[in-house]
């Protein structure tokens, strides 16, 4: 990582959708999460290129100049954000148009994207990933729980749900997907928490764990 810039960032947040979909139209709370990421990213050398508010074409189009660009060759790594709703295996611009996260991925592959291979490729896909509610696990706890300074402001929490056989050859190949960190908000079949002043609480995690940790710790 001694490039300058560190890498490109190419950073949508679908916040205003057109129609309203299972939920709500407006994802309160998305535009925190996406100046944080955008001051985040900017504050650890990258260069960000911020989207707001695409439709599933704009979408596509956006994720495939990024793919293309030059400018990877002379950068070290590259991140693509996404903000939306979501429901398993999909991500929506805000025309309700579905955008596949597989293609997302495969996008940067070594395959389509000749400028990344060999470097760092880390995606953070922020939407739900399907309509289970989890409400937590009651435990059992000792002691106090220690005042959290961090937590005087809260708002609502709402959801952006939505070969070993192969024949024997000499060619020497490298893999078409390598050297990728795919971070999703969710686990399958799950909605993705947003609090509508502090912003998704995935998003609010990552900014705060690499803006305490990113100057010491690799």
Request: charged share 25%; hydrophobic share 35%; net charge negative.
């Amino acid at each position: 990582m001694r490039s300058s810039p560190r890498g490109q960032v190419l950073l949508i947040n679908n916040e205003q959708f057109d129609e309203i979909m299972e939920c709500h139209s407006h994802r309160m709370g998305s535009d925190v999460d996406g100046n944080n990421l955008e001051k985040l990213f900017l504050e650890l050398g990258f260069q960000v290129n911020l989207q707001r508010n695409l439709s599933r074409n704009q979408m596509v189009s956006s994720i495939r100049a990024f793919a293309g660009s030059e400018r990877h060759s002379s950068s070290d790594m590259a991140v693509v954000a996404i903000l939306s709703h979501g429901s398993d295996g999909v991500l929506y611009g805000i025309d309700r148009g579905p955008v596949c996260t597989e293609w997302i991925v495969q996008q940067l592959d070594n395959k389509n994207c000749k400028y990344l291979r060999g470097k760092p490729k880390f995606f953070i896909l922020q939407g739900c990933r399907g309509l289970i509610h989890d409400y937590g696990t009651p435990i059992r706890l000792f002691g106090t729980i220690p005042d959290d300074k961090d937590n005087d402001v809260r708002g609502i929490t709402l959801s952006d749900a939505e070969v070993f056989n192969g024949p024997r050859t000499t060619e020497l190949r490298s893999p078409t997907v390598e050297d990728m960190l795919i971070a999703c908000s969710t686990i399958p079949g799950y909605v993705s928490n947003r609090d509508t002043i502090r912003g998704s609480w995935f998003i609010e995690c990552i900014c705060k764990v690499f803006m305490t940790h990113a100057a010491t710790t690799d």
